[in-house]
């Protein structure tokens, strides 16, 4: 990518789009293309067949996505699958038939088997089954990674596919039902906190281990793996690192300043036990997140104050 190149990052209001958008800013580039969904909706062939025809953008981020925690993807399965492959077919067909120089399909770590061996190598994909709660999700992630190697197969198109960890940071979504573990925790100790309420009681034992990156960091992996990774199949962007969700809860609670007690409710379901990214890849192509936990959630809780308030 030079600063003149056209790059269209599709979804760059979203939490990864934005950060991507603001990256890409920082750098210098200035001829990116966006557009609110409401100007053209991904899931119509012909708006994105002419959207791409008229603007023939050099490089594309595919950041776009019907995306949700474990109630939205598990209730809104239909949706999940439907969506999410539609938005997909046309940003990635379209671009090859644009000429688009590179793509990067961006997908998740849902699409690792239920039962993988942690931490999770890409060699794992389509080696079992998938968790159900998120499966069409999970499917329509794994179509677009064969996807990109279909057509760079058959095509000779550069489309190359990363799988991010959980993510969090700016533009999260806050939502009380749709909204993943970490914003959802932010959102809870914030309101038990001006609410003054004696205990926030959270779902399960506490152990389960998650990892998270900033996704400012995941902004900046993206932004070099399109500058220095060229190849089929996936890779993995985390931290290598995880912690339990009890763990992650006590430095929610000491972020946001609350000092009511934390329970767990074991009658809950606790999700898969571990969910560990192995990076070695990633780093093995010269990238590692800077962004540390406490200080990634010191300024998303920062976010949150000044939108909800
Ligand atoms: N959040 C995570 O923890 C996480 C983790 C791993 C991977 N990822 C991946 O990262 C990508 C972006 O996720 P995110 O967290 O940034 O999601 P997000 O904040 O919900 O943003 C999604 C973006 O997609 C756009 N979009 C959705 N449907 C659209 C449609 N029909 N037409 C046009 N635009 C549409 C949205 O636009 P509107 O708001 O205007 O509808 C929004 O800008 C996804 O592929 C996701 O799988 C996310």
């Not at 939490?15 to 990256?23: D, E, F, L």
């Not at 950041?63 to 474990?70: D, E, H, P």
């Not at 100790?189 to 001006?194: P, W």
């Amino acid at each position: 990518m030079d600063k003149a190149s056209k790059i269209y990052i599709a979804g760059h209001k979203g939490m990864v789009g934005s950060a991507i958008h603001r990256k890409l800013l920082k750098e210098g580039f200035s001829n990116i293309i966006t557009r609110n969904s409401a100007d053209l909706d991904l899931r119509d062939q012909q708006e994105v067949a002419a959207f791409f025809a008229s603007e023939k953008p050099d490089y594309v981020f595919l950041a776009a996505a019907k995306v949700g925690g474990i109630v939205a993807n598990n209730t809104y399965r239909a949706d999940f699958l439907y969506e999410n492959l539609q938005i997909q077919n046309n940003v990635i067909h379209n671009s090859y038939l644009n000429g688009v120089k590179k793509l990067m399909f961006l997908g998740s770590s849902c699409i690792y088997p239920k039962l993988a061996p942690q931490p999770l190598k890409e060699e794992y994909l389509l080696t079992g089954l998938l968790e159900p709660t998120n499966e069409p999700y999970a499917i329509a992630k794994i179509a677009g990674i064969k996807m990109c190697d279909a057509y760079r197969d058959q095509y000779g198109c550069n489309f190359i596919s990363v799988m991010p960890t959980n993510l969090y940071g700016y533009n999260d979504n806050y939502h009380p039902q749709n909204s993943h573990v970490l914003p959802a925790l932010i959102r809870r100790f914030d309101e038990a906190k001006n609410q003054q309420l004696p205990e926030v009681v959270i779902w399960g034992t506490g152990s389960p281990k998650r990892e998270f990156l900033f996704a400012d960091d995941l902004a900046e992996a993206c932004f070099y793996l399109m500058q220095n990774y060229d190849e089929q199949g996936l890779v993995n962007i985390g931290t290598g690192e995880d912690l339990s969700i009890k763990d992650l809860a006590l430095l929610i609670k000491k972020i946001v300043g609350y000092e009511g007690n934390i329970s767990f409710d074991t009658s809950k379901p606790d999700g898969t036990p571990r969910k560990l990214m192995d990076v070695t890849k990633l780093h093995s192509k010269g990238w590692k997140h800077k962004i540390e936990l406490e200080e990634g959630i010191a300024l998303a809780y920062k976010d949150y104050l000044t939108k909800n308030n």
